[in-house]
């Protein structure tokens, strides 16, 4: 449909002249051989960014969560998470099937685990117990609506962890939106966390890639499961290029998503038909419940008149501001909302 608003991620956004231009010029060579100049400055760039040793570019955020658990556990170990994490929820069982783990659910607020909370999942004492390796925290976090870890959790979870002999891994697909809402530095990320995986398809809009960031000492090991699993690729410049044009000019963008999702929320609770608390409103998700009908005749009407969004539940809807949503489009979004839930 022509004009559709598509509020239902923020991984539907399309290349901009710049970085179409910027992944036509690129320097390209063979990643595999180590020999792609772009890749490989970019992922020396993003480390810097956090304080961190090594970068290694990859396809998804998923290959990026699960190398990280995979090279910092063994099979039969646990991983402490909370129960709406992506890790468990939306990587197809993948720590399970490719690394022989199960995960410890926890109940956390929006998705974020408190230390005493994470401290009673420990397990490993006795003989029939799995041994705990890894507590994994998403920052923001997805089925969360978008909740950040502040700074004082976050060191407060890195000494437990520190203190059980376990690797704190940060799932950080949106760690773009978590520092710009909280103010976070990206070094402290990398100061607290063993390995963290970041995105450059959601928040950031490029049309793919993600990276792995760790200690030096897990690179090689990062590497070698990358190219098992199918993630090595040739001349990836072409993509780095597109996810570095993303980190520099999208970035300064974030603030403006999160203005327009505090303000579609403040709008929406003014309707009857829906329940949405504006408060728990952080970063660029917004999460409503459905109070009158159903979602999915909510979402159809939505998607006749041009606005799409997605199912969060049986009674819930999300969505997701993006630098491609403008103040004209949440206009109409609203105008839409109002003539035909008012």
């Not at 039969?76 to 939306?90: F, K, L, P, S, W």
């Not at 956390?108 to 420990?122: P, Y």
């Not at 994994?136 to 060191?155: D, I, M, V």
């Amino acid at each position: 449909m022509k004009n559709f608003i598509d509020l239902r991620s923020d991984t539907v956004t399309r290349p901009t002249e710049g970085m179409r231009k910027a992944m036509y010029e690129a320097e390209v060579g063979d990643d595999v051989f180590r020999e792609d100049p772009t890749v490989n400055a970019f992922q020396e760039e993003v480390a810097a960014m956090f304080g961190m040793e090594s970068g290694v570019f990859v396809p998804s955020g998923t290959m990026g969560n699960q190398l990280a658990l995979n090279v910092q556990s063994r099979p039969g170990d646990e991983v402490i998470c909370d129960r709406t994490a992506h890790i468990y929820n939306y990587e197809s069982a993948a720590g399970p099937f490719l690394s022989g783990i199960q995960f410890a659910l926890l109940q956390g607020e929006q998705g974020i685990l408190r230390a005493d909370q994470i401290e009673t999942g420990f397990r490993g004492h006795n003989d029939w117990d799995p041994r705990t390796s890894i507590v994994a925290l998403e920052n923001t976090t997805n089925k969360g609506g978008g909740a950040f870890y502040s700074e004082p959790a976050l060191r407060s979870i890195a000494a437990l962890a520190r203190q059980k002999g376990v690797a704190l891994h940060i799932d950080g697909a949106r760690i773009w939106n978590a520092s710009t809402a909280s103010g976070i530095d990206y070094k402290v990320f990398g100061e607290v966390a063993d390995t963290i995986s970041v995105c450059f398809s959601k928040a950031l809009g490029a049309p793919v890639g993600s990276m792995v960031l760790s200690s030096r000492s897990l690179r090689g090991d990062i590497l070698r499961k990358r190219k098992m699993w199918g993630g090595g690729m040739r001349q990836v410049g072409v993509l780095a290029s597109a996810a570095a044009y993303a980190l520099k000019h999208h970035l300064p963008l974030l603030s403006e998503d999160h203005r327009r999702a505090r303000e579609l929320a403040a709008f929406l609770n003014g309707f009857e038909a829906f329940s949405v608390d504006p408060a728990r409103v952080h970063t660029n998700i917004v999460l409503f419940d459905v109070k009158q009908g159903t979602v999915q005749d909510v979402l159809h009407r939505l998607s006749e008149n041009g606005v799409g969004m997605v199912p969060f539940g049986p009674d819930t809807i999300r969505a997701v501001f993006h630098f491609q949503v403008s103040d004209d489009d949440l206009a109409r979004v609203k105008s839409v909302f109002e003539s035909l839930f008012s």
